[in-house]
């Protein structure tokens, strides 16, 4: 179902709007959108277990959400990722899904695409394969069904399992999003990265980011990427590749597996120099980088008018004080979070 006639008249002046360049050159073509602060799941390094969530009415609505991402795609932004907190529990996603498939139809948009923990993927895989998606992140950091329950709090991992047969059955290519954590996972990354490329999946390794309070020690969970690599090259060995898919990772071909690796290292290495990525929270507060503080409000434009002059307008204005990059820090004088936000407010 499509939203009604409107949206797509706000979608029409695309060609007379200026792209978005930032003050560092860089081009501005992929918004990732936190749809929901919520969550079915309370991973340890992403939520507190006692998280208070924002009241239903201070979220964007599905159409408001759709006007926003358009906004985005009139300006430029050719790929579209949503996210969250968890995607797939937003009640109506799939209307949204499907309106915004409209923009692949006529070729604004390359791709549009989720990241999601797998729980509602079984009931779902179908219906996104139909709007046009044709990849999705799955993030997956045991095989192990106990330490997967004591990682997520309340994860179920064969619903994931079986979330992840209905992607593949429908035709989603999946790439496994694995969080490396110290004490918990890190004797299995090799297990589990052979189990993903056995399958047929890239999967990718993620450092643990200090974003908001969780009430654990961070230095208890991180876990540098120099030390998961060098433990994964006593069992494969690696060749550089030089795919690039315009974010942080860095990937290997491994010999012995044909399959993709890839590396994010926030902590230990800066990627910055490439970004060409915003996101936008359910609240329709535009960040500008993952790592810091400094957002601009979409909402109240968004609101005040029909038009989205306004809205293009605050877009531009916040693209101007997009930063060079981030500098988090996790060491023995920084052990409370870089920033007070979780990860599932601004998305993954
Ligand atoms: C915030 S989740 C949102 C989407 C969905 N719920 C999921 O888990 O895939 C997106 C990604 O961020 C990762 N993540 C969450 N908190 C993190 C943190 N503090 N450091 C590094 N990665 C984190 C998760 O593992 C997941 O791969
Ligand atoms: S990482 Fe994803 S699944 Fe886990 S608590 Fe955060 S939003 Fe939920």
Not at 75 to 80: A, D, P
Not at 297 to 304: G, H, I, M, N, Y
Request: hydrophobic fraction near 40%; include cysteine; aromatic fraction near 6%.
């Amino acid at each position: 179902m499509n939203f009604a006639g409107p949206i797509a008249d706000l979608d029409r002046p695309a060609a007379a709007l200026a792209p978005l360049v930032d003050p560092y050159a860089r081009a501005i073509t992929y918004l990732r959108v936190s749809v929901t602060d919520r969550c079915d799941f309370r991973c340890v390094y992403c939520m507190s277990e006692n998280m208070s969530f924002l009241p239903k009415a201070d979220l964007l609505t599905l159409e408001e959400l759709d006007r926003l991402c358009s906004a985005f795609v009139a300006k430029g932004v050719r790929k579209l990722r949503l996210t969250g907190g968890e995607p797939l529990v937003r009640r109506g996603i799939m209307t949204l899904f499907s309106s915004l498939s409209r923009h692949l139809q006529t070729g604004a948009l390359d791709e549009l695409t989720l990241t999601t923990n797998g729980s509602q993927l079984a009931k779902y895989a179908k219906a996104l394969k139909d709007c046009g998606i044709e990849r999705i992140n799955v993030s997956l950091d045991t095989l192990d069904p106990d330490k997967f329950r004591a990682i997520t709090r309340w994860g179920d991992l064969g619903k994931v399992m079986e979330g992840i047969d209905a992607a593949q059955a429908a035709g989603l290519k999946i790439k496994i999003n694995a969080v490396a954590l110290k004490g918990v996972n890190e004797d299995e990354l090799a297990d589990i990265v052979a189990w993903a490329h056995g399958r047929g999946m890239d999967i990718t390794i993620i450092e643990v980011m200090p974003l908001g309070d969780v009430g654990d020690d961070r230095l208890d969970q991180y876990l540098p990427l120099s030390m998961v690599r060098a433990r994964l090259a006593q069992r494969f060995s690696f060749e550089d590749l030089d795919y690039k898919t315009g974010g942080p990772a860095r990937y290997v071909r491994v010999n012995e597996t044909g399959g993709r690796l890839g590396f994010i290292t926030p902590m230990t290495h800066n990627f910055c120099e490439s970004c060409n990525r915003v996101r936008i929270t359910c609240t329709g507060t535009l960040y500008m980088c993952l790592g810091q503080e400094d957002a601009a409000d979409l909402r109240a434009p968004l609101r005040a008018s029909e038009s989205n002059d306004a809205v293009y307008a605050a877009i531009d204005e916040a693209i101007t004080r997009k930063p060079k990059g981030h500098d988090f820090v996790i060491d023995r004088r920084h052990k409370r979070p870089a920033l007070s936000r979780h990860m599932s407010v601004t998305g993954g």
